[in-house]
């Protein structure tokens, strides 16, 4: 299993970096690695929403299902990852002098024919990489405007 845990501080109120983060059909613009985004029920947000998020890393992609299972107005949204790759994520929010601390936790499990747990060790820091990265761009996007 690969637990990754990546945090920015985003110069903009909680209720502006949450208007954003909450606006899952849009996470694929600030997401490198989610090429897109489909949504398998009628509701775009809130506990229930399920989703098809294609993914890609290099050259490997895969489709994601999620489900978003926790949903805490302007704090966090978690979700099981239901597809190749099994687990949950979260997102949690948090006010801190003047700007809004973006925490995103993952905890991934990969299938024993992929390698299992030796994948797991080696995608942990590929991982962290590129959601670091997605949240410096969610960052530029927020701070600029």
Do not use: C
């Amino acid at each position: 299993m690969a637990r990754i845990f990546v945090s920015v501080d985003i110069a903009a109120p909680i209720l502006r970096v949450w208007d954003r983060a909450s606006d899952l059909e849009t996470h694929a613009e600030w997401m490198a690695d989610a090429e897109s985004i489909e949504f398998l029920t009628d509701q775009r947000r809130g506990t229930g929403t399920k989703m098809r998020v294609l993914t890609r890393v290099g050259p490997l992609h895969t489709d994601d299902i999620m489900e978003v299972t926790d949903w805490v107005e302007e704090r966090a949204i978690g979700v099981r990852h239901s597809g190749l790759v099994t687990g949950w994520g979260r997102f949690d929010l948090a006010a801190v002098a003047g700007a809004t601390r973006f925490s995103w936790t993952e905890d991934l499990s990969f299938p024993w024919y992929l390698g299992g747990g030796i994948t797991a060790w080696f995608a942990r820091p590929v991982l962290a990489a590129i959601w670091r990265r997605n949240l410096s761009g969610l960052k530029r996007l927020l701070e600029r405007g």
